[in-house]
């Protein structure tokens, strides 16, 4: 007879090899032939709902680890919350009007001027779609389920339809106005630009010390003394009309080389310095407030700048006297127009100086600064000139420096309704905490929001103009337009004229003669985004307003999440979100940022080609997402290891549940072993851990709760001795039967616990388990944490049981290095040990021998009574000796009782006896 045969080892179809990359798509296709996510939502219809609203990427070239990072976390919650009580319907969306793809289209060599604006969006239009597919395919290559093939797109009729009305609703309440003001304008895009996409990048400038003649210093300042201000960008001056000053600081008059300055008080000896002023005196001291309306004559022109108080003016640097031109600052705008000055702004859209700055005209802004520089110096103005690089902002999209330029723009007012909107942030959850902060200072110090854009490929402003220039925005244009673009998209504004736009017989007292124009400028694509909850959430029947989360990258606090929550409590008195969770960027192994100069970049689909979706989705449960996150080969492979880890318990549980029918085997608990209870509650200790990780989406916490259970828990224990149950003893044999309850009900857990994560592998396990119905593991609930009444007591004996196996364990491995032993089979372990160990060895009635994988043990004494060589550890000394007896042809133990079967001479009694029960038609 072969005793090998009479051995039950493990059996199961299920491969060892995960071979992701090509199983993984056989596993999509399958989800798209019986439509998972329909069948999850039929499912689950009826119970609460839980919203993930989906931030919408920009629809332009492939998916990078950012996005990557970005699905998966959301696909781990929507997948969760389906498995936990919720209907939890997930609506992917793309982001498809702006700069972006209208500069595509030009590297494509699409010649804009040749064609009409309709024409010209009609070919974005196409472009925006097939970048929409091409993402798509990838996203649902990572394995995220959700809404496919009825996605919420930004350029869809219906959505700009709502997104009409949400502007509507914001201009009836007053928060939408035109205005002449000063915004970011980015010369490179031609057009104004939002807060939101603005990024600091550092910029090698010119700083000049320039003094202002005093004309009529109103009896404080003698006429010629030299008003000082400083500025980075001398291509200004030309718009100067004024100075300002603090009416609380002290300005000294400071007499150097025979010529009367005025600077701050407090910046004297720091102006001194960088003027190198030999020895300046100073003459008298006045409070800003007695230099208001004194006059200087401007350095280059014959015109006056008035001296002015202003609040924004301190001694953080500079002199205390800011040079003042109201087209090009904020700040200077506001002051300004207090004091009736006008809004000079010499700079025409692509960034050229006009004829309002004579000698310059024609000039580009930045060249124009050496010009300006020289003749400053020709007319003596110019005290010092140097170049500083400094923190300065650029257009996100084309990296280019940005202005401030003066030009009629439409603006949401925030100012209206700032209390509303910090309100609503206050009572948003956020994950983690100081996003609140971060919002909230962002709203409070935030000014009007800039949402016109002189652009083509975007959602027109709907606003039509009277004969006498007066804007019209109604209720009735508003409805109208909507409904229009619900039916043609917005295309048919740039196709028909203003009349054929309006509501027929349409009439307005500014326009006598029936005659009406229509605004040219599209809408800031963080108002489109920024409307969905009305677009997607009210437009949706299977969704809701507000959302339960929306979860996006730590940079859309400046962008979705801040126009979303503008628009939001403008429409509705309430942010569009209960909870906000924020993630970081994907940076290289190094935390260096990826890009293509460095090399460095690493490619989801690259990925998935290589080592499969479920490396990377489980990389994304590894990482602390809330902080910047790193991924490189080196680490992915790590990754990989454990989630070899992970498939290998799975296959070894399937393997040795062959002969396990769960509904004829199980075994209740209350009928099992100890080890076996505890192991139950170990695995009920990783079912609420793993459920609290996914409910504060801390999915690092349920990476390593179930990495420490498959590697401690079961491979380093449970399993380690189950072997000599599962392999040796009769099939029915209770012990055995015990063990695959465990197994099978481990399997069954982890399978679920698992499947928001590891996804393809989860559906993979499924059907091998026997006994289960569903069709797949997305159709089924998360295991329920247990009351086991037991458990507490059960756990603190057997983790003390542990604490000494591992002893034990160490006591081995030294014998098997002194050549003293082989395997630990070969090994007879005596202990001796103290009161407390003794009593917790004698409450154990398992076979203490099988527990610690040893041929021989026995408590030989009392910790005083170790020999000498015996090793001495924390609960025993131990000694390790080798085992007298003959090898069991078919368990391995050693044992003097080897050869005491006639029938089975080389086989221990218990072998013996098993395979004359079970095997004797073996022969």
């Known amino acids: 007879m072969e005793y090998k045969d009479t051995l039950l080892m493990p059996k199961t179809e299920f491969p060892m090899r995960g071979n992701l990359p090509k199983r993984e798509p056989d596993l999509q296709e399958k989800w798209n032939e019986m439509d998972i996510y329909k069948k999850v939502q039929e499912r689950t219809q009826g119970r609460p709902l839980f919203v993930l609203h989906d931030g919408p990427p920009y629809a332009n070239g492939d998916i990078h680890m950012g996005h990557a990072l970005n699905k998966v976390l959301k696909d781990f919650i929507v997948r969760y919350k389906s498995m936990s009580g919720y209907c939890a319907p997930y609506v992917p969306g793309w982001d498809t009007h702006g700069l972006p793809i209208e500069q595509a289209l030009t590297n494509k060599g699409v ?59 914001m201009a009836k309440k007053g928060y939408i106005y035109k205005g002449l003001k000063p915004v970011y304008w980015s010369p490179s895009s031609e057009s104004a630009l939002a807060e939101a996409e603005i990024e600091y990048q550092d910029k090698r400038s010119p700083s000049i010390y320039v003094g202002f003649d005093v004309r009529d210093g109103k009896g404080v300042l003698e006429s010629g003394t030299k008003i000082i201000i400083w500025t980075t960008t001398p291509w200004t001056i030309p718009a100067n009309l004024g100075i300002a000053v603090h009416k609380d600081l002290d300005y000294a008059v400071v007499n150097e080389g025979g010529s009367k300055y005025v600077v701050a008080k407090d910046l004297l000896e720091e102006v001194a310095e960088v003027l190198e002023w030999e020895s300046p005196q100073v003459e008298k001291t006045v409070k800003g407030s007695e230099l208001e309306r004194a006059t ?28 003042t031109a ?15 000055l006008d809004v000079l702004c010499p700079v025409d859209d692509k960034g050229y100086m006009t004829s309002e700055a004579p000698g310059f005209e024609g000039l580009f802004y930045d060249e124009a600064n050496k010009p300006i520089t020289e003749k400053l110096e ?21 990296k280019k420096p940005v202005i401030f330029r003066a030009t009629a723009q439409w603006f949401a007012s925030i100012d209206k309704f700032r209390d509303e909107l910090l309100e609503a942030v206050k009572e948003t959850k956020w994950v983690p905490a100081w996003g609140e902060t971060r919002l909230f200072n962002m709203v409070r110090d935030r000014g009007d929001w800039c949402i016109s854009r002189q652009r083509a490929w975007g959602v027109p402003i709907p606003v039509f103009y009277a004969e006498n220039g007066e804007a019209i925005i109604t209720d009735e244009t508003i409805a109208h337009v909507s409904n229009l673009f619900r039916e043609h998209g917005s295309n048919i504004w740039f196709e028909r004229e203003a009349k054929e736009l309006l509501p027929e017989n349409f009439t307005h007292e500014g326009s006598p003669n029936g005659r009406f124009t229509k605004e040219h400028d599209i809408m800031d694509v963080w108002f489109d985004s920024g409307s969905s909850h009305q677009a997607v959430l009210e437009e949706r029947s299977d969704l809701q307003r507000p959302a339960d989360l929306y979860l996006e990258g730590s940079d859309q606090y400046r962008g979705w999440f801040n126009s979303s929550l503008t628009t939001g409590v403008a429409v509705t008195g309430k942010a569009p979100y209960k909870g906000v969770l924020s993630h970081g960027f994907a940076l290289d192994g190094d935390g260096r940022k990826m890009s293509k100069s460095l090399g460095n970049v690493v490619v989801p689909a690259k990925v998935m080609n290589q080592l499969g979706a479920d490396i990377l989705r489980l990389w994304v449960a590894s990482v602390d997402y809330q902080a910047d996150v790193r991924v490189s080969d080196p680490i992915l492979k790590q990754v990989a290891e454990v989630y070899r880890k992970i498939r290998n318990t799975f296959r070894f549980l399937l393997g040795n549940l062959a002969d396990f029918d769960p509904a004829a085997n199980s075994v209740e608990y209350d009928k099992l072993r100890e080890v076996d209870q505890y192991m139950l509650v170990k695995l009920n200790n990783l079912v609420k851990n793993v459920r609290q990780g996914y409910e504060r989406y801390d999915f690092a916490g349920i990476y390593h709760a179930v990495n420490n259970f498959c590697t401690l828990d079961l491979s380093s224990f449970y399993l380690d001795f189950a072997k000599d149950v599962l392999y040796i003893e009769a099939e029915d044999q209770f012990e055995r039967r015990a063990i695959q309850t465990v197994l099978y009900e481990a399997l069954v857990a982890m399978a679920k616990l698992l499947s928001p994560i590891l996804s393809h592998t989860a559906d993979e396990v499924w059907p091998y388990i026997p006994g289960v119905e569903e069709e797949s593991v997305q159709l089924t609930d998360m295991p329920d944490v247990k009351e086991i009444p037991n458990a507490e007591e059960l756990e603190n004996k057997w983790d003390q049981f542990l604490k000494l196996r591992d002893d034990v364990l160490k006591a081995l491995e030294e014998a098997r290095n002194a050549k003293i032993i082989g395997k630990s089979l070969t090994a007879n372990v005596l202990l001796y040990v103290n009161d407390n160990t003794k009593a917790l060895l004698d409450s154990i009635s398992e076979n203490l021998k099988q527990l610690f994988i040893v041929s021989g043990f026995e408590v030989a004494g ?32 050693v044992t003097t009782e080897v ?23 073996l022969g």
């Open 296 to 323: 200087a004559k401007h350095p280059l022109y014959d015109r006056e700048s008035l001296v002015i108080l202003g609040e924004h003016v301190t001694t953080d640097s500079g002199t205390g006297c800011v040079h």
């Open 111 to 169: 010649k804009r001027k040749e064609m009409s604006v309709a024409e010209f969006r009609e070919l974005c239009a196409k472009y925006a779609y097939e970048q929409v597919d091409s993402q798509r395919e990838q996203f649902k290559r990572l394995g995220v389920r959700g809404d496919w093939e009825n996605p919420y797109i930004t350029l869809k009729p219906e959505y700009e339809a709502q997104q009409i009305k949400v502007f509507g609703e």
């Open 862 to 893: 009392s910790v005083d009574e170790a020999p000498e060589d015996a090793l001495k550890l924390e609960h025993a000394s131990i000694v390790v000796e080798k085992a007298e007896g003959e090898t069991c042809e078919r368990c391995w133990t």
């Open 899 to 921: 050869g005491k079967s006639e029938d089975h001479p080389t086989l221990c009694p218990r072998c013996a006896e098993v395979v004359k029960e079970n095997y004797s038609h």
């Open 378 to 398: 020709e007319s003596g103005a110019l005290l010092k000139l140097k170049f500083i690089t400094h923190s300065y902002p650029h257009d996100w999209r084309t």
């Open 326 to 340: 109201p087209g090009h600052g904020e700040d200077d705008f506001q002051v300004g127009k207090q004091y009736g």
